[in-house]
């Protein structure tokens, strides 16, 4: 272990070696596109959307439940909108209960 060490170390002490280190650093750190940073951020980020594609997904699933029930029954059509959006019949009064926290 300790002899590959120093072959490393005398292999990089060259200028070839020097030119190479820089390369390697300037490409897995500095560079905008293509940084070693920049790919953890993407790994990151891709978490994220994957994460919220799922809940998405499941949220779909549901929104489309809500749809099929207002389109065939009438009465939950009516509850919908009466709850939603305070419609109410012809002489009749609807009053709003507020829960203040």
Known sequence: ?????????????????????????????????????????????LAQLTEQESYLRTKIVSDKRKIQELQTNLTNLEKFAREEFLMRKENEDVFLVVEED
């Open 1 to 45: 272990m300790k002899t590959m060490l120093s072959f490393i170390w005398t292999r990089l002490r060259t200028k070839y070696g020097i030119v190479l280190a820089l390369f390697v650093l300037w490409v897995g750190f500095f560079d905008e596109e293509n940084s070693m940073l920049q790919h953890f951020q993407n790994k990151r980020k």
